[in-house]
């Protein structure tokens, strides 16, 4: 019989849910009569309702992925596609309904928008409920703003960047889906030469049983800014598969930086299907930051298009595969342009008999003269019924640039638990403390000040010196 | 087929130093054996499967030089010791498009597994190349290593290398590397100051990176054809 170690992360924040209160819900399924329903309520635009219908359309022309983790317990017919709560959008915690804004003040995000914040966005199943940009950025011509409103305040810059050159609808199966029903995220925008140094965060939150998110985020940094974004996520525990189909776009114009920063912490019976992409210019860096510790099933692979002469990329991750859950997640980069470089560095830890794979592109282009890429992925086996793979996909079309990649698997040593234990530390304890120092160097990238969940990597931590 | 009576069933193509083997079933290497085997993928499409037993040792050079070649190796060390070492060459010139498979499966204790290719690509040549190491729950003690390198020398060239990791024992010892590269401009540099021109620069410098795969020890013939492929860098 297999030994499985007793290291999880404590959910009891997370797993329970409010009594459903929406206002409307739309029958399970996906159909026509759903996405006209999405598209009256919001009262878009008709370019925007076709853009669905045209995604509907390839959605049900379009098979399954074939390769990844197995998506055979996912009965898309069984999922909610679209589920208001009973508010709208607050731009006070004072007036959010109050088990809405209890939920929320559990997560940290009123606190963490009072300390460190520069504004806040927070979901509640399809809708934004809270929406505040401090005025000093408003000021400075910085949008922050529910992308639902987006569509009607900024017709014409949402028309040219949603879903047009950087995550188009016929992408793949679940784009196509997303594109069909999204519903509320973030639009931002930031004027050329403007330098947002506090974060922006926007927090998604499921309640409603069998309730999918297909939340969008779309993100320009004008020539020369630079702005952080930091996203969290969560849903209460059902026993019943439900689905996270959401769209991040990120346009890096020349010369600008942009961090996205994301701790993914979905209940295990969600399916975490999302689609991340940055479109890089000239001089332009984008650096992701991933945390990806919930759902059951995630295939995640955050890509970098660096379309920009001296483009960069960097990206640091971390995946916590526990008892029933599949971690599919990776990197990709497409060097597209002279001296453009990337750095993918990706940690994992498969506990409890969890499955974790790393699956990773690096492709450059004829053009790509100069440039160079390395990877360096690292898994942790904590115990004998779990898993670790490694793919990482290089397709390399010129003579003119180095690529890097190296990977290693193993566990934590014995002699390493035997020398912490005979200080006076328990096994556990000793495990827990090699397990933080192994994912140490991505903990310090992420935004702890201001994400709850990443407080609870903490407890792995030990308390007090070694002596 | 078992090792030991390898030479009632092979067919002698040509007698030199070595034995040409055209392999219609698995390899089963016996118990405390070690072999070496050269394989030369001169034809369209080649599948060998060598199953290596107890405290055995399978030590395989593989020669891709020309042509269009499909060749997949797979081994499995199906008994406690049971160890495997793969040195890979590939050299494409000219149209050439390869196809390599390496597969290596742990299925016992205390197993060895080592594969290091090198490559280099000319003219329009492209290679597709997976390696797959891969660990069962039965394989704890089991060590593996892969290491791909490709030199790319022409702007027409196309590399698609994928090297897999699958494994289910914690354990084990398990990594692999992976590096696509140019001709260093320093290294040519050092040369051409010692009075070669650049083409011969790049010969010596692709010989010596090719070599180092095969430690120097392939028979002359495979030297030789490497010498003819390196005329048009």
Redesign the interface.
């Known amino acids: 019989m297999?030994k499985k170690t007793q290291i999880t992360i404590d959910r009891s924040t997370f797993d329970s849910a409010n009594k459903d209160q929406s206002k409307y819900k739309a029958k399970p399924g996906l159909s026509k009569e759903v996405v006209l329903e999405i598209s009256r309520q919001k009262n878009e635009p008709e370019w925007m309702l076709e853009r669905r219908l045209k995604a509907l359309e390839l959605y049900h022309n379009t098979p399954l992925p074939s390769w990844g983790p197995s998506l055979k317990d996912l009965n898309l017919d069984n999922i909610i596609y679209f589920v208001r709560p009973n508010t709208e959008e607050a731009k006070s915690w004072d007036d959010v309904p109050t088990d809405i804004r209890t939920t929320f003040e559990k997560l940290g995000i009123p606190e963490a928008e009072q300390k460190s914040l520069s504004g806040v966005g927070a979901q509640y199943d399809s809708d934004v409920i809270y929406h505040k940009l401090k005025k000093e950025w408003a000021a400075k011509g910085v949008i922050f703003e529910n992308m639902d409103v987006a569509v009607q305040k900024y017709p014409d810059t949402v028309k040219k960047y949603f879903m047009t050159s950087c995550v188009p609808i016929n992408d793949h199966k679940f784009v196509m889906l997303h594109a069909a029903v999204w519903s509320g995220g973030t639009f931002i925008y930031v004027p050329p030469g403007v330098k947002v140094d506090i974060p922006l965060q926007a927090y998604f939150r499921m309640n409603a049983e069998l309730g999918g998110q297909f939340e969008h985020t779309l993100i320009i940094a004008d020539r020369n800014s630079e702005v952080h974004y930091i996203e969290g996520c969560s849903a209460p525990r059902f026993d019943a598969k439900s689905l996270h189909a959401g769209c991040v776009e990120l346009f890096v114009h020349e010369g600008s930086r942009m961090r996205y920063s994301s701790i993914e912490n979905w209940s295990k019976n969600i399916y975490n299907l999302n689609t991340k992409r940055a479109l890089v210019d000239k001089n332009g860096i984008v650096e992701w930051v991933n945390g990806n510790m919930g759902s059951g099933t995630t295939m995640l692979y955050p890509c970098s298009i660096l379309r920009g002469e001296n483009a960069r990329s960097e990206s640091l991750g971390i995946a916590f595969a526990g008892p029933g859950q599949h971690q599919d997640t990776g990197s990709k980069v497409i060097h597209a342009a002279p001296d453009t470089s990337s750095v993918i560095r990706s940690k994992s830890i498969s506990a409890g008999g969890g499955v974790s794979s790393y699956r990773g592109l690096v492709r450059a282009t004829?053009q790509a003269k100069h440039s160079k890429s390395s990877v360096t992925c690292d898994?942790l086996?904590?115990?004998?019924a779990?898993?670790?793979?490694?793919?990482?996909?290089?397709?390399?079309?010129?003579?003119?640039?180095?690529?890097?990649?190296?990977?290693?698997?193993?566990?934590i040593g014995d002699e390493e638990i035997f020398y912490l234990m005979s200080r006076g530390l328990s096994q556990e304890e000793a495990t827990k403390l090699v397990v933080s120092g192994f994912i140490a160097p991505v903990i310090k990238q992420l935004p702890l000040e201001y994400a709850v969940e990443l407080n609870r990597l903490i407890e792995l931590e030990m308390e007090g010196a070694v002596g | 087929m078992k090792v030991k009576e390898m030479r009632n069933v092979i067919s002698h193509f040509r007698a030199e130093e070595f034995i040409y083997i055209y392999m219609t079933q698995p390899i089963i290497v016996q118990p405390c054996t070690h072999i070496t085997h050269h394989f030369f993928n001169t034809d369209p499409n080649t599948a060998r499967h060598i199953i290596v037993q107890k405290d055995a040792q399978v030590t395989i050079f593989e020669y891709t030089l020309r042509g269009t070649a499909q060749a997949s190796t797979t081994i499995t060390l199906a008994e406690p010791g049971a160890e495997a070492h793969i040195a890979s060459v590939f050299l494409g010139s000219s149209d050439a498009v390869f196809n390599l498979n390496h597969t290596i499966i742990h299925d016992a204790p205390h197993t060895i597994s080592n594969i290091q290719t090198r490559g280099l690509l000319l003219d329009r040549a492209k290679t597709n190349y997976k390696g797959l190491i891969h660990i069962n729950k039965t394989a704890p003690y089991a060590q593996g290593y892969q290491k791909i390198d490709t030199l790319v020398a022409s702007e027409q060239a196309y590399i698609d290398q994928t090297p897999v990791l699958e494994i289910h024992n914690d354990n084990v010892k398990c990594s692999h590397g992976a590096t696509i590269g140019h001709f260093d401009p320093e290294h040519l540099f050092y040369l051409m100051s010692r009075g070669m021109n650049e083409h011969t620069a790049k010969q010596t410098l692709a010989k010596g990176f090719l070599l180092a795969a095969i430690h120097n020890t392939c028979p002359a013939l495979i030297i030789k054809t490497i010498d003819e492929a390196l005329t048009t860098v």
Request: aromatic fraction near 6%; hydrophobic fraction near 35%; charged fraction near 25%.
């Open positions: 297999p004829p898994a086996l904590l115990d004998d779990s898993t670790s793979n490694t793919y990482p996909y290089m397709k390399i079309a010129n003579s003119d640039m180095d690529v890097a990649h190296e990977a290693r698997v193993g566990k």
